[in-house]
């Protein structure tokens, strides 16, 4: 960064896309769309100015103290602003003042740095030891030490990270599972080589879905019904509490509206029954396995594999380097029912990523302190 000062301001919705049109990827979390989504806060834009240029920016969900006009701010798996500079202060310190200003009596952050990363047969050989617990007991392939440089300089200005149970905090996940769609020199992968690094399980049922004739197709708007109808099926069986269907609606018509192609829908039929369905979300070179959802009749035609390996190929094509299955649990224990989605994910042949996590910084103490135990009370 040079010397020249970082100015934060608010900017349009216009502004915001095109900067993030500009960059590899930012998390769909970051969009100014993802404010339509979230209508239960209020959303800002904000940009980094160094002079006239923008050079970092930023969704703002402002969440409403009750009773009293005062916010969190709240910038999920943000800001994208650049994480490598040593002097973190000159970009954050810029966006307390703005954000004190706008009646934020705190901010937290999810900034998108990855720490470490456990290969697939690492995680699969730590799942079959019953003397490790968590994956952060177990040495990292990689491990960062620039990205775990950045924990130390939040600490020192102030920020505090949150408390993780079982790997996820209070917002998004600390850890998540990704299956890297390029090589290490950034060349893209081809099909065949994703599917050489997938485990013999999963190559087998996605052969099986194929001979079974499970039929993957692009769904529409209108067909977000079929979905859910899946979706809330999954969650009885899972034993999850489901979004309702107009949350699915909305976030397509917000995504959507921002980019034709950010979100998209796919459907496994199987001799005209719906067996798996889900959404894929893309922004640039990343691509996320958003939610998903499959019946439990017919589990043995495979859907879920086809469906996924549909989407993995589609995100290729579209020239994605990351296809992104989102969170899991840091739990290693067979017993727990969540090593069974870890199990599903490493079959892939990708990576669990821990990131930084996320991060809070009291802008007045007093109703930072009130708000969270307002917000532990309520569970």
Known sequence: MTSAQLVVRTIDAAEHRRFVDSRPSVSFLQTPAWAEVKREWRGESVGWFQGDRLVGSA???????????????????????????PDLGAWLSPLAQHLTKQGAFGIRIGPPVVTRRWHAGTVKQAVADPALGTLSDVPADVLDEDALAVAGRL????????PTEGGFSAGQPKYNFQLPLAHDDGTPKTEDEVLAGMNQLWRRNIKKAAKAGVEVTLGSREQLADFHRV?????????????????????????????????????????GDLVAATTLVRVGQHAWYSYGASTTAKRDVRGSNAVQWQ??????????????????????DADDSHVGLIQFKVGTG??????????????????HRAFTLYMKRRG
Do not use: C
């Open 231 to 271: 979706y809330t099926e999954t969650a009885e069986r899972d034993h999850f509490t489901p979004r309702p269907l107009h949350y699915f609606e909305t976030m397509w018509d917000a995504l959507n509206g921002e980019d034709p192609s950010r979100m998209a829908l796919y459907l496994a039929h199987h001799e």
């Open 350 to 367: 990708g990576e669990a990523v821990e990131y930084l996590g996320e991060w809070d910084l009291p802008l007045n103490r007093v109703l």
């Open 59 to 85: 969704l703002v969900l402002y969440r409403q103290v009750p009773k009293v006009k005062r916010y969190l701010a709240y910038l999920p798996e943000g800001p994208d602003i650049d994480w490598t500079d």
């Open 311 to 332: 989407m993995m190929r589609d995100a290729l094509a579209a020239g994605a380097t990351v296809y992104d299955l989102r969170g899991i649990t840091d739990t290693l």
């Open 155 to 162: 600490s020192s200005l102030g920020w505090s990270e949150l």
